[in-house]
């Protein structure tokens, strides 16, 4: 029998219950973390770079990480929201290659599990200001992260699950096209663990390759065979998002996130960075520092 090992795990950041107005209005947010919305009452928007979706009661949305979008109300809102962190085995996110807004119906067993998670997790509101000058971020995520540690492994397990069937939702075939590919091999799976480690090292196709031990050309069409991606492409993707995170997490400068991430030099950093992300390291500071923590 070939066991089947669950290579993605989660992380809460935070939930809560809030009703929002016209203040809550917001373009080109990008987080290093998920989003769930369930509404229950009112209208709103969100906006991904290829489609616009109107919030409305009754229905519950996923944000993945790392995806670009714009949220807005106009007049009234009220809504449950989600926000966690993922872990992959692989790096691989589980919508790595559907970075896109998702919306389904909310079913009664949806909003069931919804306020069993507020319930298990009180506290976890963002009854905070904003301003980037009265905190440092890195100290909100260690104490959200000191949370989970302190929970009892019942209440752990169970929000694991209850964040696993949300989730899944946005999983069922009818939602989201998976990407086919074969079983990763071991050498390719080693080497996204290596990479995942590593990203602060200097890192090449011949370096990788040969780790390896195998021909360049061979590994190459290997690990874009089972990743959909090149090797180089996938470590500055990592890279890059590694780079979100210490941008929303820390106060590092640009020239330690250089250091950490493995970029050469701060123009190489910034080239990248917008190429990927479509905004500057500048652009996306400050759209961090706007947005803040609002939900």
């Known amino acids: 029998m070939v066991k089947r090992n669950l290579g993605h795990s989660f992380s809460l950041l935070n939930i809560d219950y809030v009703k929002l107005n016209s203040k809550w209005n917001y373009r ?6 998920y989003r769930i919305y369930y509404i229950d009452d009112g209208e709103g928007s969100l906006s991904d770079a290829t ?17 670009l979008c714009n949220l807005s109300c106009n007049n009234f809102l009220s809504q449950y929201f989600i926000q966690f962190f993922e872990d992959s085995i692989d790096g691989n996110s589980l919508f790595s290659s559907n970075r896109n807004i998702l919306k389904t119906e909310a079913s009664e067993t949806d909003v069931r599990l919804i306020n069993r998670l507020l319930e298990i997790n009180p506290g976890r509101g963002l009854n905070r200001s904003d301003n980037p000058s009265i905190y440092e971020k890195d100290i909100f995520y260690k104490e959200y992260q000191g949370l989970n ?4 492994i019942s209440a752990y397990l169970e929000t694991q699950g209850i964040l696993m069937q949300l989730i899944a939702k946005f999983l069922n075939p009818q939602l989201y096209k998976h990407p086919s590919r074969d079983p990763i091999p071991l050498k390719i799976a080693e080497t996204l663990n290596y990479l995942l480690v590593n990203l602060h090292q200097d890192l090449s196709i011949h370096q990788l390759a040969t780790r390896a031990n195998q021909n360049i050309d061979y590994f190459s069409r290997q690990f874009k065979l089972h990743t959909g991606i090149r090797p180089l492409n996938f470590v500055n993707e990592k890279r890059v998002e590694r780079a979100q995170y210490l941008m929303a997490t820390t106060r590092m400068p640009y020239s330690e996130i250089c250091v950490q991430t493995g970029f050469d030099n701060l123009s190489y950093f910034s080239r990248t960075f917008k190429k990927l992300t479509g905004m500057s390291p500048s652009a996306y500071k400050k759209q961090i520092f706007q947005v803040g923590f609002e939900n």
């Open 28 to 33: 080109n947010v990008i987080s290093p973390y």
């Open 149 to 152: 540690n302190q929970q009892n």
């Open 51 to 67: 489609h616009s979706l109107k919030l409305e009661a009754g229905c519950i949305y996923i944000i993945p990480s790392f995806t």
